[in-house]
């Protein structure tokens, strides 16, 4: 049994377990010799009267593990007087019970006593401690945490750097962020304030349900302004991600444009017009069929 889980039981509980061990281990004792003398003689099986032995060997074995799981009727004495009474079970204690085995454990393996240790730790490490209670002292800003955690509140000069300033940047602020209610595109974006408070844990609940459409707001806001603003993506600064196509389309159109030998001048580029110096080159649109025919025989013509 866990020696982890023994040190948890009672007196009694331990007795209980011990008992119970003390009846299966001959009752196990016997199965397994009459198996071994059945293995051991496989033409001949065990005689009658052995047999006969042995069944009457796994009868009181049993009987005597009934009696210690379900009670039975025994004799106690009282007052120095023998008298017959009914002896409890164990079967509501043995059933509360979970004894877990102890198996080998390949301590001898590498990182093997790192994993125990890691299984077994009931604290976080030190950096770890650390981090859960920055982050639980900062929650403190504008949630609300139980005092029984033992967590201190940051103390504002430590975390803004010290100075009487930062209050008056704070109102400052304030003021900003009260104007900052501003009408997207075909939504109106939320105002946003800053308290200084607590938020319990429903008016969390609330700011969690309403963040992804603010969001979304916002994002919408934005599009509408940079579409209004006629915002150029175009220039040096931003590289389309179609740029490459749009250089093939160039040097496409640069051999479109030349002239091409032959007896009839141009064949494909013959619905080019105006090449000449400063001239913008103009395409025609191909039928469908003059395309299929140059896919499929190479035919210009």
């Given at each position: 049994m866990n020696s982890t889980v023994t040190r948890k039981l009672s007196p009694e509980e331990i007795s209980a377990l011990e008992g119970l061990r003390a009846r299966m281990m001959p009752l196990r004792f016997t199965i397994e010799k009459l198996q071994e003398n059945m293995v051991r003689n496989p033409a001949a099986p065990p005689s009658w009267p052995e047999i006969q032995r042995t069944i009457g060997v796994l009868n009181g074995h049993l009987h005597s593990l009934q009696q210690f799981i379900n009670g039975y009727m025994g004799i106690v004495k009282v007052n120095d007087e023998e008298v017959e009474n009914w002896i409890p079970g164990r079967h509501t204690l043995l059933r509360a019970l979970?004894?877990?085995?102890?198996?080998?454990?390949?301590?001898?393996?590498?990182?093997?006593?790192?994993?125990?240790?890691?299984?077994l730790r009931k604290r976080l490490d030190p950096k770890e401690q650390k981090w859960v209670d920055d982050s639980l002292r900062k929650a403190m800003e504008f949630c609300y945490v139980p005092g029984d955690w033992?967590?201190?509140?940051?103390?504002?000069?430590?975390?803004?750097?010290?100075?009487?300033?930062?209050?008056?940047?704070?109102?400052?602020?304030?003021?900003?962020?009260?104007?900052?209610?501003?009408?997207?595109?075909?939504?109106?974006?939320?105002?946003?304030?800053?308290?200084?408070?607590?938020?319990?844990?429903?008016?969390l609940m609330e700011m969690w349900q309403t963040a992804s459409s603010q969001a979304m707001i916002a994002a919408a806001k934005v599009s509408d302004e940079n579409e209004a603003g006629g915002s150029d993506f175009s220039g040096s600064e931003y590289s389309s991600p179609s740029a490459p196509e749009d250089a093939e389309m160039e040097d496409v159109k640069g051999e479109a444009s030349r002239p091409s030998a032959g007896p009839s001048g141009s064949s494909l580029g013959s619905g080019v017009a105006g090449t000449g110096p400063g001239m913008q080159p103009q395409f025609t649109t191909l039928p469908l069929s003059a395309i299929l025919k140059f896919m499929g025989t190479g035919a210009t013509s």
């Open positions: 979970h004894p877990y085995p102890q198996p080998p454990f390949p301590m001898e393996k590498a990182g093997m006593p790192g994993l125990v240790e890691t299984l033992g967590i201190e509140p940051t103390k504002s000069g430590d975390a803004r750097g010290g100075g009487a300033g930062d209050d008056d940047d704070d109102d400052g602020d304030d003021d900003e962020d009260r104007d900052s209610g501003v009408k997207g595109g075909n939504a109106e974006i939320k105002k946003v304030e800053r308290r200084t408070g607590a938020l319990n844990e429903d008016e």
